[in-house]
């Protein structure tokens, strides 16, 4: 070879190709971006030099294993781990039982004060010592406290002297997912399963155990592995295996796991004859099977289930009730401390008048008929994770059930793992939402944190957007979704700009600007996302099947699974007329929420569509006509995201090459598409209105055959 040549080639191998600095997302939020202010990390080293932390239970080793580690990348120093309160600087954690020296710290802390998840960050000062203690009534409120200390030094907002007091809101705050056996996710957008069933339970993915790590960092403590739609196989012994190997690497951090079970398993892998919930064959069955999963999963925490909903088996089946067949499932695991989950998303094959009045109707009625260990998982709108609902109005309706909110991570119906939306505002809308079910002050979080009712069984679940690819949620944005679920579930109270903040600092920047500016896009990103597919409460208008893109043309098939059910567009106007002369939808709330949403002019305009139908030179608040007013949301819709793109561009080079080049790519598909749906809708509602498209609004760019004829093949997520 040439000598030329030669050298050329030693050179390409010694310098590096790739930039320097292309974070793939794999460590999410705990990235640990070594602290660089000099004051801080001054400070640091003055308090944190050692770490005492007792207690040698697997979930306090995680404790140990975790703060050491992240705190040596944080903040570079040599973390001494000490047996005894040695140095000037020191971090004691341990249980109130387990550690003396924790409990002589917080001598005035009463015992309970915790509960066995919360926890308390204290600096006390003993003459020159600096001592952090993090203190709990149990393990896992160490474990989520040293996490807690680990954020408020990666976000740079420890206090001089913490005097922190946390609680969990709800008992329960569990990941859903919608994998299956297969490999697939059903509504899953960043590739397929984590779960690799081929080849559990010998081997053990390294991702498992991050998994846990970053689930257990935001406080979520259990995870429902299975999708709804359920597989029977699961709960045969060759699956059972493999689960029972999961929940081994997720206990040491906390958390549970949980299945969903098919209602007609002992027919589809028990040989029996029915599923009938009352056969005793049938009850047999169930309990043998509890027995059986509890012998390999001794903290297994219970079942999820989706019965008569879709296609899924359930007791109506065998003409029982939904009471009926949770308390058979829920007398299996009692015994074992589990829980089951039943899920009100039920519409049967007779399509009724209005899908959104469905649950209510049967379930209300049912109150008080399920066991203590039940709780009915409620979605969080009254059909199906639309980008704007109003809240569910089963919440607040059935006072002696623990109700659970099911919110949705994957973006089904909000751009899938392609948009920027974060869902923050989202989640806490409905959780604000005055109920008035005792009274004003009746919000959806004190129902499902159980303060309304006095309920302990608590929970809230996530149908999560995890998936195998590197950066686990497709969308780098879509790791604050899974961030936000898991700090909202903890503590409902916490503002969509906080958690938006922490979230930024741990995982791209500190710099204050860029900062501001990403947390501003974050928190405009929900209502541009309603703006470009769904404004004014318009809902359901997406395309059939996968969900992905516009669709308000959508007329063939089930009713209520088209579009023209829900925005009944006519030359008169547009909307779904849920008031006392319509279905009557409204019907279902509290006063005064049923007669100001049944009223037109007091109904809020962001929902105006979802109950009334409303003619097209209806005047807005605006003093614009409704076909006006919508075309300027559309537009809107899609501005906002024009600037997110142009904000974007002014983050070259200034933050991570890899996260910028990926979110850059991503919202110019997003420019993209919410034009897209703009255009489609448009030009497909004004076949009905018959009116021009305003100025300030840009003209289609395509005819609506053209929209009309667009056909996408393999789209993920069925
Ligand atoms: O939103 C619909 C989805 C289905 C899902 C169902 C449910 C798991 O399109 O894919 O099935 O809701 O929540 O059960």
């Given at each position: 070879m040439n000598r030329t040549l030669t050298t050329l080639l030693i050179i390409l191998f010694l310098v590096p190709l790739s930039p320097a600095r292309a974070d793939d997302g794999y460590r999410l939020w705990l990235g640990y971006k070594p602290v660089t202010d000099r004051a801080a990390l001054e400070k640091y080293r003055q308090r944190f030099g050692n770490v005492m932390i007792t207690g040698d239970s697997p979930v306090m080793k995680s404790a140990r294993d975790e703060f050491i580690a992240g705190l040596t990348e944080l903040t570079g120093l040599k973390v001494r781990e000490v047996n005894s309160p040695e140095g000037r600087g020191i971090v004691v954690a341990g249980t109130f039982s387990s550690s003396p020296f924790v409990a002589s710290l917080l001598s005035d802390v009463n015992p309970?004060?915790?509960?066995?998840?919360g926890y308390i960050i204290r600096g006390i000062r003993q003459g020159r010592k600096n001592i952090t203690v993090v203190a709990s009534d149990g393990d896992r409120g160490v474990l989520y406290g040293l996490f807690h200390l680990l954020r408020l030094i990666s976000t740079e907002s420890?206090?001089?002297n913490p005097d922190i007091l946390e609680r969990p809101a709800t008992a329960l705050r569990l990941l859903n997912h919608w994998d299956n056996l297969d490999g697939s996710v059903e509504r899953g957008y960043a590739g397929g399963s984590i779960w690799n069933w081929h080849l559990l339970p010998g081997y053990i993915s390294p991702r498992y155990r991050d998994y846990a790590r970053a689930n257990a960092s935001v406080g979520i403590n259990g995870t429902v592995i299975t999708n709804v739609n359920a597989n029977a196989l699961v709960l045969t012994p060759q699956y059972l295996a493999k689960v029972a190997a999961l929940a081994e690497v997720m206990r040491p951090y906390g958390i549970k796991v949980y299945l969903t079970a098919r209602f007609n398993a002992p027919q589809e892998t028990g040989n029996l004859s029915t599923s009938d919930p009352l056969d005793p064959g049938v009850i047999r069955w169930w309990r043998d099977k509890a027995a059986e999963i509890y012998s390999l999963i001794p903290d297994f925490g219970g079942f999820l289930v989706k019965a008569n909903s879709e296609g899924q088996p359930g007791p109506q089946n065998y003409g029982r009730s939904h009471a009926d067949g949770a308390n058979m499932l829920a007398d299996a695991v009692a015994p074992y401390g589990g829980v089951v989950m039943w899920r009100a998303f039920v519409y049967d094959n007779n399509v009724p008048v209005d899908r959104a009045k469905q649950a209510y109707n049967e379930f209300v009625p049912l109150d008080g008929k399920f066991r203590d260990n039940v709780l009915i998982q409620v979605k969080n709108?009254?059909?199906?994770?639309?980008?704007r609902e109003p809240f569910h109005p089963l919440f607040g309706a059935m006072p002696s059930t623990p109700l659970m909110m099911e919110f949705q991570i994957t973006q089904e119906y909000l751009g899938c793992a392609t948009h920027l939306v974060y869902l923050a505002p989202l989640f806490s809308e409905v959780l604000e939402s005055?109920?008035?079910?005792?009274?004003?002050?009746?919000e959806v979080s004190k129902v499902i944190d159980g303060t309304l009712y006095k309920h302990t069984l608590t929970g809230i679940a996530g149908v999560t957007n995890i998936g195998n690819e590197r950066n686990w949620t497709?969308?780098?944005?879509?790791q604050a979704n899974w961030y936000a679920f898991g700090r909202l579930a903890w503590n409902p109270e916490l503002s969509p700009a906080e958690i938006a903040s922490e979230w930024i600092r741990m995982t791209i920047t500190h710099d204050p600007d860029i900062a501001g500016g990403i947390e501003e896009m974050m928190l405009g990103s929900r209502e541009a996302a309603v703006n470009y597919m769904?404004?004014?409460?318009?809902?359901?208008?997406?395309?059939?099947?996968?969900?992905?893109g516009p669709g308000p043309w959508v007329d063939r098939g089930r009713p209520d699974w088209t579009s023209v059910y829900y925005h009944r567009a006519d030359t008169a106007g547009i909307g779904f007329d849920r008031t006392t002369s319509g279905s009557d939808a409204a019907g279902q709330y509290f006063p005064p929420l049923d007669s100001m949403f049944n009223d037109p002019e007091r109904c809020p305009e962001n929902l105006l569509l979802w109950f009334h139908h409303m003619p097209w030179d209806h005047v807005m608040k605006s003093g614009r006509s409704l076909w006006d007013e919508m075309c300027l949301k559309y537009q809107e819709g899609v501005n906002r995201v024009n600037e997110y793109r142009e904000f974007w561009e002014s983050l070259r080079g200034r933050i991570d090459d890899g996260q910028f080049e990926h979110v850059r790519q991503m919202l110019d598909i997003q420019a993209y598409e919410a034009r897209w749906w703009k255009d489609a809708c448009l030009l497909y509602f004004q076949t009905f209105s018959r009116m021009p498209i305003p100025d300030g609004v840009e003209q289609p760019q395509h005819s609506l055959e053209y929209y009309r004829g667009l056909k996408f093949h393999y789209v993920p997520g069925i």
């Amino acid at each position: 070879m040439n000598r030329t040549l030669t050298t050329l080639l030693i050179i390409l191998f010694l310098v590096p190709l790739s930039p320097a600095r292309a974070d793939d997302g794999y460590r999410l939020w705990l990235g640990y971006k070594p602290v660089t202010d000099r004051a801080a990390l001054e400070k640091y080293r003055q308090r944190f030099g050692n770490v005492m932390i007792t207690g040698d239970s697997p979930v306090m080793k995680s404790a140990r294993d975790e703060f050491i580690a992240g705190l040596t990348e944080l903040t570079g120093l040599k973390v001494r781990e000490v047996n005894s309160p040695e140095g000037r600087g020191i971090v004691v954690a341990g249980t109130f039982s387990s550690s003396p020296f924790v409990a002589s710290l917080l001598s005035d802390v009463n015992p309970g004060t915790t509960g066995e998840e919360g926890y308390i960050i204290r600096g006390i000062r003993q003459g020159r010592k600096n001592i952090t203690v993090v203190a709990s009534d149990g393990d896992r409120g160490v474990l989520y406290g040293l996490f807690h200390l680990l954020r408020l030094i990666s976000t740079e907002s420890l206090p001089d002297n913490p005097d922190i007091l946390e609680r969990p809101a709800t008992a329960l705050r569990l990941l859903n997912h919608w994998d299956n056996l297969d490999g697939s996710v059903e509504r899953g957008y960043a590739g397929g399963s984590i779960w690799n069933w081929h080849l559990l339970p010998g081997y053990i993915s390294p991702r498992y155990r991050d998994y846990a790590r970053a689930n257990a960092s935001v406080g979520i403590n259990g995870t429902v592995i299975t999708n709804v739609n359920a597989n029977a196989l699961v709960l045969t012994p060759q699956y059972l295996a493999k689960v029972a190997a999961l929940a081994e690497v997720m206990r040491p951090y906390g958390i549970k796991v949980y299945l969903t079970a098919r209602f007609n398993a002992p027919q589809e892998t028990g040989n029996l004859s029915t599923s009938d919930p009352l056969d005793p064959g049938v009850i047999r069955w169930w309990r043998d099977k509890a027995a059986e999963i509890y012998s390999l999963i001794p903290d297994f925490g219970g079942f999820l289930v989706k019965a008569n909903s879709e296609g899924q088996p359930g007791p109506q089946n065998y003409g029982r009730s939904h009471a009926d067949g949770a308390n058979m499932l829920a007398d299996a695991v009692a015994p074992y401390g589990g829980v089951v989950m039943w899920r009100a998303f039920v519409y049967d094959n007779n399509v009724p008048v209005d899908r959104a009045k469905q649950a209510y109707n049967e379930f209300v009625p049912l109150d008080g008929k399920f066991r203590d260990n039940v709780l009915i998982q409620v979605k969080n709108g009254p059909i199906d994770f639309q980008p704007r609902e109003p809240f569910h109005p089963l919440f607040g309706a059935m006072p002696s059930t623990p109700l659970m909110m099911e919110f949705q991570i994957t973006q089904e119906y909000l751009g899938c793992a392609t948009h920027l939306v974060y869902l923050a505002p989202l989640f806490s809308e409905v959780l604000e939402s005055d109920t008035y079910a005792a009274g004003s002050g009746s919000e959806v979080s004190k129902v499902i944190d159980g303060t309304l009712y006095k309920h302990t069984l608590t929970g809230i679940a996530g149908v999560t957007n995890i998936g195998n690819e590197r950066n686990w949620t497709g969308h780098l944005f879509g790791q604050a979704n899974w961030y936000a679920f898991g700090r909202l579930a903890w503590n409902p109270e916490l503002s969509p700009a906080e958690i938006a903040s922490e979230w930024i600092r741990m995982t791209i920047t500190h710099d204050p600007d860029i900062a501001g500016g990403i947390e501003e896009m974050m928190l405009g990103s929900r209502e541009a996302a309603v703006n470009y597919m769904t404004p004014l409460g318009l809902h359901h208008i997406m395309a059939e099947g996968h969900h992905w893109g516009p669709g308000p043309w959508v007329d063939r098939g089930r009713p209520d699974w088209t579009s023209v059910y829900y925005h009944r567009a006519d030359t008169a106007g547009i909307g779904f007329d849920r008031t006392t002369s319509g279905s009557d939808a409204a019907g279902q709330y509290f006063p005064p929420l049923d007669s100001m949403f049944n009223d037109p002019e007091r109904c809020p305009e962001n929902l105006l569509l979802w109950f009334h139908h409303m003619p097209w030179d209806h005047v807005m608040k605006s003093g614009r006509s409704l076909w006006d007013e919508m075309c300027l949301k559309y537009q809107e819709g899609v501005n906002r995201v024009n600037e997110y793109r142009e904000f974007w561009e002014s983050l070259r080079g200034r933050i991570d090459d890899g996260q910028f080049e990926h979110v850059r790519q991503m919202l110019d598909i997003q420019a993209y598409e919410a034009r897209w749906w703009k255009d489609a809708c448009l030009l497909y509602f004004q076949t009905f209105s018959r009116m021009p498209i305003p100025d300030g609004v840009e003209q289609p760019q395509h005819s609506l055959e053209y929209y009309r004829g667009l056909k996408f093949h393999y789209v993920p997520g069925i």
